[in-house]
C-alpha cells in the first residue's frame, strides 16, 4: 500500500494505491467506524430533505402541465 505524501483525511483513502480488494475492504471499514455518528445522521437528513424538495418539484410540475379546462 502507497500512500500519498499530503492528503486531507476524506481524500486521502482515494489517493492510496491498494494491492488488492481485500485491503481496500478492510481501509474502508477502518474508516466507517471512525465516522462520528453525528455525521452520519447528518448525512441522512440532508438526503431526506433533498428528496422531499425533488418529490415536491415534480408533483408542482405535473399539476401546472394539467389542462384545468378540459374539467368544466
Known amino acids: 500500500m502507497q500512500k500519498a505524501e499530503k492528503c486531507t483525511k476524506q481524500a486521502c483513502i482515494l489517493l492510496i494505491s491498494y494491492e ?24 441522512i437528513d440532508e438526503w431526506r430533505r433533498r428528496l422531499l424538495i425533488a418529490t415536491l418539484k415534480i408533483t408542482i410540475s405535473k399539476w401546472q402541465h394539467c389542462k384545468f379546462d378540459n374539467w368544466r
Not at 478492510?26 to 465516522?35: G, V
Open 20 to 43: 488488492d480488494v481485500d485491503q481496500l475492504r478492510e481501509r474502508l471499514i477502518s474508516m466507517w467506524c471512525e465516522l462520528d455518528q453525528s455525521v452520519v445522521s447528518h448525512a
